[in-house]
């Protein structure tokens, strides 16, 4: 089973709208970190924003916040007022925290296109 | 400013030869990492370091060799024995490995094999 799934493959905004993107996951553990990144067309992979299962509240990052729905597994990820510059895929990825070292598992991804 | 840097940017190689791939990190990370990145995929890991002078394979480790001789540098060869070693590579680091740790990426390297 996909450990985190991205519904996806492309989505549409118009510059200054709020979208969202998807993001479930698949976890056993009570302990785990949901991640989000941006990857440009130039590849770097950004650090977007994060959330513990434990949690309490949404995470927020300036125009980022993170949709978390423990119970439904879900972690949309949503980006206000858009700009041209969100345009990029966006991968959501987890680590679990059993015992031993856990690998960081990404999504295939969102591509995003914010158009003027 | 502390971050990840990766040379070369992009690097061209001939059937049968080995390349090394540079990653330095100036953020005092314990942890660092290698990806490898395949079009319209994910990432996968290839190998990972928790600490100087150890490290372990990851997921797609075959045909790939790395060293971690400092705390600032994680080297990946990709070697003759990578049957498809054209991808885009990233490397990582993080200051620890626990669920909370947050990692963070190079700009990456795009190996050609010509």
């Known amino acids: 089973a996909q450990k985190i799934t991205q519904t996806q493959p492309g989505m549409f905004v118009q510059e200054k709208e709020a979208v969202t993107l998807d993001c479930t996951y698949d976890?056993?553990?009570?302990?785990?970190?949901l991640f989000w990144y941006k990857q440009p067309s130039s590849g770097e992979m950004i650090f977007l924003i994060y959330?513990?299962?434990?949690?309490?509240q949404n995470a927020t990052e300036g125009r980022y916040s993170l949709n978390f729905q423990k119970a439904r597994k879900s972690a949309n990820l949503v980006i206000s007022a858009s700009q041209l510059g969100d345009s990029a895929m966006y991968f959501c990825?987890?680590?679990?925290?059993?015992?031993?070292?856990?690998?960081?598992?990404f999504g295939t991804g969102t591509r995003l296109l914010v158009s003027p | 400013d502390g971050g990840i840097t990766q040379s070369p940017k992009y690097l061209f190689r001939k059937e049968g030869q080995n390349v090394t791939l540079s990653c330095e990190q100036n953020?005092?990370?314990?942890?660092m990492y290698w990806y490898r990145q395949d079009p319209g995929q994910g990432l996968r890991l290839i190998y990972y370091?928790?600490?100087?002078?150890?490290?372990q394979k990851g997921d797609i480790a075959e045909g790939y060799s790395v060293s971690r001789e400092k705390k600032e540098s994680f080297p990946l060869t990709v070697t003759s024995a990578q049957k498809n070693p054209t991808a885009f590579y990233l490397c990582?680091?993080?200051?620890?490995?626990?669920?909370?740790?947050?990692?963070?990426f190079g700009p990456g390297t795009r190996l050609t094999v010509l």
């Open positions: 990582a680091s993080s200051s620890g490995t626990g669920f909370t740790d947050t990692q963070y």
């Open positions: 976890t056993s553990d009570p302990s785990y970190g």
């Open positions: 959330q513990g299962s434990y949690d309490q």
């Open positions: 990825a987890m680590r679990e925290a059993r015992f031993g070292f856990q690998k960081l598992v």
């Open positions: 953020l005092n990370h314990d942890a």
């Open positions: 370091s928790q600490i100087v002078n150890d490290f």
